[in-house]
């Protein structure tokens, strides 16, 4: 059985993609490597930021040429031409290998792309993300999507691309873009000699008490603070799960949903709904059952869910 | 069930006001939200904008994080909390055992004896792509030794201009020795480089298909100059082309052997891994092979300069000799005889 705290946490993730790293002090972390539709949108992504870049290199680049003709310069000389053709062949040569191996030698070992959907790269032994490693894993791009794309296009546009290049072409870029569904950890061919693999980096954000106590103190001045008070039976019938779904309701705090929660926990331990208090109401719940299953934690007794 | 014991009226008073594993929480929010702002810092690349002060307190609060994810998932039912320090932790180990050195440092270690290493330790690979580049150039000679028509479809049309079978000796000096002026030369280099090194590139990546398109790449590549030896050693050039060849041509060849024999490397761990899993394997191959495709490159703008301006500009052929033979020289006597102790 997996371990009833994890119940929260994984929730709307794929289970069959998550892995285990213990790190050098022993300590288990739980990974999650990228699904394949993150990696596609994160390619989509440093593709239109690339070819962004590259057309507007290009556009300087004529831009400044035609500048020239148009103030009626005397044909701009020699060498200034050489030196942007030279410019031009060494940005295209950087266009192609040097944007995602820049990028991922970084610190987040991510580019634009992936740090947009929130994954990097990481080493899959779980130790250094070597520079070799990005190396490797960046000059397999080069056959992966590179080369027949560019060939494709080449060809294409010179009006010389036969069907069966077509084809043969599509078949390349198909077989190494279907590559990562096929293996359990989305390995690319890039990732696989490299030694690498693509995991998910979630940033959040430590948010505040679920209940600090202040809707009981607060809300109906008339009232006791400790209004609701539940009996052993009451706090019973419900387990981890329930408890970590109502964390999920009291954190979005959103009055209808809270309404139905409380109406269904007063039918299930018998009391009258708490009409106008239930933000008070759960939040009583919320920390009673809390305290409940987290003494029973500290004996080694866990309830994972209410049928349990 | 029930527990009496457990619920005092007096205990579940403390329970409402503050949970026991909240208190563990405030007790500790601060350091790791300190944590948080350096990792946050570090991974933004700011790292020399943190104080001494956090440098230091950087592994303990590390580890202090490590025990508070371990003993908040056994005593904490707040998923919002061990979510952020999952997440925290995931991040921090990142920082702690992914930190590389710098850029500087990298490139110490790679000139410093790195490369050198990763070159010798694919010797085997390297033979068999110098093989396969013999094997190339003889062929492609012997083809159009037998029939010149070979030559045509051997040669790159950019080269076949006047250099085709049957072309008069002054012609053929011609375009060993021809006038130039220094214009265009940078062009010529820079063009040079960035198509060899994408050959490279493909010769070392097309290595993953077991080795066999790289070992194809290399006999492609050395077919032509094998068919244009043949056709200076027809016209009694054969000193002046190897010349002409030499002086960038020991770099640039010995940088696509160097990158042949990386592809051929992985291809060998891909089809025999030995006592190793495919995966192990292939990684360690990998690795090694792209250490020395990143000398491949720097090889490769070496041989673009000398190409691009060096071969126009001197016209001696014994100049020209020394110049490719000298070079090949401190490649090799770099790669194979420079051992320094590893740090």
């Known amino acids: ?308 | 069930m029930s527990e009496p014991a457990l619920h005092s009226p007096g205990e579940q008073a403390v329970a409402a006001a503050v949970l026991r594993s909240d208190r563990f929480r405030l007790e500790r929010e601060g350091d790791w939200q300190r944590l948080d702002a350096m990792v946050t810092a570090m991974e933004k690349g700011k790292l020399r904008k943190l104080s001494d002060d956090d440098v230091m307190a950087l592994p303990v609060l590390y580890r202090n994080l490590l025990s508070s994810l371990s003993i908040a998932r056994e005593s904490s039912l707040d998923a919002g909390l061990i979510a952020y320090l999952e997440s925290l932790t995931l991040r921090a180990y990142f920082m702690v055992y992914g930190t590389r050195t710098s850029f500087g440092g990298w490139c110490r270690s790679f000139f410093g004896g790195g490369l050198s290493r990763a070159v010798r330790s694919i010797w085997l690979d390297l033979l068999v792509a110098l093989a396969a580049m013999v094997a190339g150039a003889v062929l492609g000679f012997w083809l159009v030794d037998g029939d010149t028509d070979w030559y045509f479809r051997l040669v790159p049309s950019q080269f076949s201009d006047v250099r085709v079978p049957g072309a008069s000796r002054e012609a053929l000096l011609n375009t060993l020795f021809g006038e130039t002026d220094g214009d265009g030369l940078g062009v010529f280099a820079a063009y040079l480089f960035s198509n060899n090194a994408q050959v490279a590139i493909m010769a070392f990546a097309l290595g993953f298909a077991f080795g066999v398109p790289s070992i194809l790449l290399l006999v492609y590549n050395m077919v032509g100059l094998g068919a244009m030896l043949w056709l200076f050693a027809s016209r009694g050039l054969t000193v002046e082309f190897i010349g002409w060849l030499s002086i960038h041509g020991t770099t640039e060849l010995l940088a696509i052997l160097l990158a042949g024999g990386a592809g051929l490397h992985i291809g060998r761990a891909l089809a025999f891994p030995g006592q190793r899993s495919h995966l192990v394997a292939l990684g360690q191959a990998g690795r090694t092979a792209a250490q020395v495709m990143a000398g491949v490159v720097v090889m490769l703008i070496c041989a673009g300069l000398l190409e691009g301006f060096g071969r126009q500009l001197i016209q001696s052929t014994a100049i020209r000799y020394g110049i490719g033979y000298g070079i090949l020289a401190l490649w090799l006597a770099y790669f194979f005889a420079f051992r320094p102790r590893q740090a």
Not at chain 1, 137 to 155: A, G, H, K, Q, Y
Not at chain 1, 202 to 210: F, H, R
Request: hydrophobic residues 50%; neutral net charge.
């Open chain 1, 1 to 308: 059985m997996a371990r009833a705290a994890d119940l929260g946490r994984t929730r709307g993730r794929d289970a069959r993609l998550q892995r285990i790293l213990v790190t050098p002090e022993g300590v288990a972390l739980d990974v999650h490597v990228a699904p394949a539709s993150a990696r596609a949108a994160a390619l989509f992504i440093d593709l239109g930021a690339l070819l962004g870049m590259y057309i507007a290199f290009v556009l300087a680049m004529l831009l400044i040429v035609w500048t020239f003709e148009w103030a009626d310069m005397p044909a701009l000389p020699e060498s200034v031409l050489g030196f942007l053709a030279v410019l031009f062949i060494i940005g295209t040569f950087l266009a192609r290998n040097a944007y995602f191996l820049y990028f991922e030698l970084g610190q987040r070992a991510a580019t634009w792309g992936k740090r947009a959907v929130g994954i990097r790269v990481a080493a899959r032994d779980g130790g250094r993300l070597t520079a070799e490693a990005v190396i490797a894993r960046n000059l397999l791009r080069d056959i992966e999507l590179f080369l027949p794309v560019m060939f494709m296009t080449s060809s294409g546009l010179q009006g010389s691309l036969s069907e069966f290049a077509a084809w043969a072409g599509l078949a390349w870029v198909g077989s190494f873009a279907l590559f990562p569904l096929l293996n359990k950890d989305r390995l690319r061919c890039g990732d696989l000699i490299a030694g690498t693999w693509v995991v998910q980096a979630p940033k959040a954000v430590l948010a505040g008490l679920v209940a600090d106590g202040t809707a009981q103190r607060e809300q109906v001045a008339g009232l006791a603070d400790d209004r609701y008070r539940f009996g052993e039976a009451e706090l019973s019938v419900y387990g981890e799960y329930e408890l970590q779904t109502l964390e999920q309701v009291l954190r979005t705090a959103n009055p209808e949903a809270m309404e139905t929660v409380a109406a269904t926990i007063c039918g299930k331990i018998g009391w009258p709904p708490p009409i106008g208090d239930e933000r008070a109401f759960l939040e009583a719940y919320y920390t009673q059952l809390r305290a409940r299953l987290e003494r029973g934690m500290r004996f080694g007794r866990r309830r994972a869910n209410k049928n349990s």
